[in-house]
């Protein structure tokens, strides 16, 4: 026999074991079977501050931001990590060689640019892990109730087997929905036939 902790029950290890008897209570300890990662309560003055000061965030941001759709944002360069070593090479130069800069081409301008950049990265190295905190606590959160959406749902269909009144229409019509992995692709395109 094996203790709820690992631990192989041995002669001798007490009192309250006995031969051919039961584990104690306080050993066995009743774990609910329903997931429950994360159990909160968020008031609703909680979640009206934090929409007060998302809207004071978004206005002092909104003073200098701008805003792109999806086509105006796949037209620009990127400058990503791996162009980083490029951009610090150019500075260097520019700055060094101003001869060499193209005519109607602003340095300082560029220097602007620059600032500006270095401020809003760590403006958003500051914000970003909020939002990473808010989807991390939604996922949870989700997981935590699709677990008993599960549950229920494959309980209606053993209701139905049982005879439990109603099981078998909430169970078709949660069928309806049910998430599954969805569809499976195309088939696979058949190999030429050989010569």
């Known amino acids: 026999m094996v203790l709820p ?6 002669y001798g290890m007490g009192p309250q074991f006995v031969y051919r008897g039961n584990v104690p209570a306080n050993l066995n300890q009743n774990t609910p079977m329903q997931q429950n990662d994360i159990s909160i309560t968020i008031t609703q003055a909680q979640e009206d501050d934090i929409h007060a000061k998302a809207a004071e965030l978004r206005e002092l941001i909104m003073a200098w931001a701008i ?14 990590a791996a162009r980083l070593e490029f951009d610090t090479k150019c500075d260097n130069y520019m700055h060094q060689r101003a001869d060499l ?5 602003s340095l300082p301008e560029y220097d602007k640019d620059g600032a500006a950049l270095t401020r809003v990265k760590r403006m958003k190295a500051s914000v970003g892990p909020l939002e990473t905190l808010l989807e991390d606590t939604a996922i949870v959160l989700g997981s935590d109730r699709m677990d008993l959406n599960l ?28 998430p599954g992995r969805g569809p499976a692709g195309p088939p696979a395109t058949p190999p030429p036939p050989g010569p």
């Open 5 to 10: 902790n690992g631990q192989p029950l041995r």
């Open 151 to 178: 549950r229920f749902y494959h309980y209606t269909e053993f209701g139905g087997l049982i005879g439990l009144a109603g099981s078998d229409a909430i169970h078709d019509d949660l069928h309806q929905s049910f």
């Open 101 to 105: 800069v193209p005519p109607n081409s």
């Open 67 to 80: 805003s792109l759709n999806d086509d105006q944002r796949a037209k620009y360069f990127k400058l990503g």
